[in-house]
């Protein structure tokens, strides 16, 4: 990514250490919204629930539209160009990634979604390091203590080898399909990152919306039935995912992402299993005992070692795609 792209792409007030703070603030969003998606499914199918809130989810981001900066980039032809691309291909991600998620969030538990959701951290340097960025050793050492941050956070009652193979035997359909997602989220955060400099993060989250809107409906009516009344039904948690996980969470992303680096945004955005914990404990009586508390300190430990810059001239640059 060369350095004229950035310059006409980044807002003046986005500092990494203010990216970092919209990454997190993703994380606590989306932590929590995995209540919203185990409430939704009680009413609703996973496509028309995606559809339904992607689209709702465009409309809250669309009055940002009218900003003279967007209006700028929609005019550029070639940054227009970016645009269409990224958001063609960050839709099909983000329609891909929810429908996954929310269909195994019908037979897995919050706690082995919220997990395995996380395994986007592994996936994303390694995608990185195929698409040819190089990877800092700060970034291989976070990475894995966000891995075991999230498997103590999440697995308090493995305890032996024996409980980890009775683990594994015992994954079922659901937990397949949130590692699908989690591998759909891992490509999301590398398009965002190659788009969202190249175009404008507001323009790219509204198009990304409409794009996985569509296609979600589209594919409801293909294979579910929706009606009114179970939309309505599901209305609470439609709206609330639509506002903040898509509509906030989403557009701060696209925003962060200016500026972090795919590996440095997947770790951040790993936290999100710490609130997912949270949420569990609070909400649903789960357990957070020591061992979560230590996988939270790990996860943290994670964030801030991905503060760190590498030891080279080109510091939070590094994870950059050849050009």
């Known amino acids: 990514m060369s350095n004229s792209i950035q310059n006409l792409a980044r807002p003046r007030w986005l500092t990494p250490l ?24 009680e009413h609703i199918g ?12 465009a409309v809250v981001v669309a009055p940002l539209l009218f900003k003279a900066s967007v209006r700028a980039v929609l005019r550029d032809p070639a940054r227009r160009r970016q645009l269409m691309l990224g958001g063609l291909a960050a839709g099909a991600c983000l329609a891909a990634a929810s429908v996954f998620q929310q269909t ?25 390091w195929f698409l040819g960025q190089r990877i800092g050793w ?6 894995m203590l966000s891995l075991g941050g999230l498997t103590l956070l999440s697995f308090s009652h493995v305890m032996s080898v024996d409980d980890l193979a009775g683990f594994i035997e015992g994954l079922n359909r659901g937990d397949l399909w949130v590692l699908a997602c989690a591998a759909a989220w891992a490509v999301h955060v590398h398009v965002v990152g190659w788009a969202a400099p190249r175009s404008d993060a507001i323009a790219l989250s509204v198009l990304q919306f ?19 009344d179970s939309i309505q039904a599901a209305a609470a948690p439609i709206v609330l995912s639509a506002i903040f996980a898509v509509g906030v969470a989403f557009t701060l992303q696209a925003v962060a992402q200016d500026v972090a680096p795919p590996t440095h945004t997947a770790i951040l955005l790993s936290l999100e299993g710490v609130f997912c914990a949270i949420t569990g404990a609070v909400w649903l009586g789960e357990e957070f005992g020591v061992r979560q508390f230590t996988g939270a300190a790990l996860l ?7 503060q760190v810059p590498p030891p080279s001239a080109s510091g939070r640059n590094d994870e950059q795609h050849r050009s």
């Open 104 to 128: 195994g969030l019908k037979t897995t538990t919050i706690t082995n979604a919220g997990f395995i959701t996380g395994l986007y951290v592994v996936f994303v340097p390694f995608i990185g």
């Open 210 to 228: 409409v794009v996985g809107g569509v296609m979600a409906t589209s594919l409801a009516f293909l294979f579910e039935s929706p009606s009114m």
């Open 46 to 57: 996973a496509l028309t629930y995606v559809g339904v809130r992607s689209l709702l989810g």
């Open 300 to 306: 943290l430990s994670a964030a801030l070692l991905a």
């Open 18 to 41: 203010r990216a970092d703070g919209l990454l997190l603030m993703c994380a606590v969003i989306w932590g929590i919204s995995f209540l919203w998606q185990k409430w939704a499914n």
């Open 138 to 143: 700060t970034a291989w050492v976070a990475v």
